[in-house]
């Protein structure tokens, strides 16, 4: 089945550090996003990339660094800059253009202690 | 700036009643959106779409209405059911503007269907 995989679903990690989010696809989807949620601001978008090698910055880039070496990966990295790093992260993929819209992964919740 | 805005922050409803939730938007450019229904520690799944060619798309008990002069859409659900309790975003998106496509979210609202 198609899909997009998220991993890990729960991470902790100490203040301070830097940690990668793991985001695949096989859908064969050219663009790629990562969104972060938190209570009462929906959806705000961090990255996204619509071709291989290429990201743009979305509403809220500061802290977080992206690559997408490959059009099946998206890894998104909390870095240490990020100065509140504790939220619900979600990758997303679609077509381009969206069409249908995206399809979401099921998300990884970072705590940082 | 807000761009796309769900002002309710929650809504309860009654089950076998009729739920409404609303969305404005303020960039003309859109011409195309969505409702995503999102469950507590998952995902966002697509629920429904609308094109700005058309002032209304029906899928089973879900109905999404569109104003575009008002700038306005809505999502109906008849009858809730308790199932249906969940976060719902809308989302639009528009080529041809600075967003280039990609889905730009409302702040969601929270739906519980009371038994």
């Not at chain 2, 002069?69 to 308790?82: D, G, M």
């Given at each position: 089945?198609?899909?997009?995989?998220?991993?890990?679903?729960?991470?902790?990690?100490?203040?301070?550090?830097?940690?990668?989010?793991?985001c695949?696809?096989?859908?064969?989807?050219?663009?790629?996003?990562?969104?972060?949620?938190?209570?009462?601001?929906?959806?705000?978008?961090?990255?996204?990339?619509?071709?291989?090698?290429?990201?743009?910055?979305?509403?809220?880039?500061?802290?977080?660094?992206?690559?997408?070496?490959?059009?099946?990966?998206?890894?998104?990295?909390?870095?240490?800059?990020?100065?509140?790093?504790t939220?619900?992260?979600?990758?997303?993929?679609?077509?381009?253009?969206?069409?249908?819209?995206?399809?979401?992964?099921?998300?990884?919740?970072l705590?940082?202690? | 700036?807000?761009?796309?805005?769900?002002?309710?922050?929650?809504?309860?409803?009654?089950?076998?009643?009729?739920?409404?939730?609303?969305?404005d938007?303020?960039n003309?450019?859109?011409?195309?959106?969505?409702?995503?229904?999102?469950?507590?520690?998952?995902?966002?799944?697509?629920?429904?779409?609308?094109?700005?060619?058309?002032?209304?798309?029906?899928?089973?008990?879900?109905?999404?209405?569109?104003?575009?002069?008002?700038?306005?859409?809505?999502?109906?659900?008849?009858?809730?059911?308790?199932?249906?309790s969940?976060?719902?975003?809308?989302?639009?998106?528009?080529?041809?503007?600075?967003?280039?496509?990609?889905?730009?979210?409302?702040?969601?609202?929270?739906?519980?269907?009371?038994?």
């Amino acid at each position: 089945d198609g899909g997009i995989t998220q991993s890990p679903k729960y991470l902790f990690r100490k203040e301070g550090q830097n940690v990668t989010l793991s985001c695949e696809q096989n859908l064969n989807h050219d663009a790629m996003y990562w969104y972060r949620q938190d209570p009462g601001q929906g959806l705000r978008l961090i990255y996204y990339s619509q071709i291989v090698n290429d990201f743009q910055k979305g509403d809220i880039a500061e802290g977080y660094s992206v690559s997408r070496e490959k059009k099946e990966s998206f890894p998104l990295t909390v870095t240490s800059a990020q100065k509140n790093p504790t939220a619900f992260y979600l990758c997303a993929s679609s077509p381009t253009p969206p069409g249908q819209g995206y399809t979401f992964g099921s998300g990884t919740r970072l705590t940082v202690v | 700036d807000q761009q796309v805005k769900q002002n309710s922050p929650s809504l309860s409803v009654q089950e076998g009643r009729i739920s409404i939730l609303n969305c404005d938007y303020t960039n003309s450019m859109f011409d195309y959106f969505l409702w995503y229904k999102k469950y507590p520690a998952e995902g966002p799944t697509f629920l429904i779409s609308i094109s700005s060619i058309k002032d209304k798309n029906e899928d089973g008990r879900f109905t999404v209405f569109l104003n575009k002069s008002a700038k306005h859409l809505s999502l109906h659900i008849v009858p809730s059911q308790p199932g249906d309790s969940a976060v719902y975003f809308c989302a639009a998106s528009g080529w041809g503007s600075s967003n280039t496509g990609k889905l730009i979210f409302g702040q969601g609202t929270t739906l519980q269907v009371k038994p």
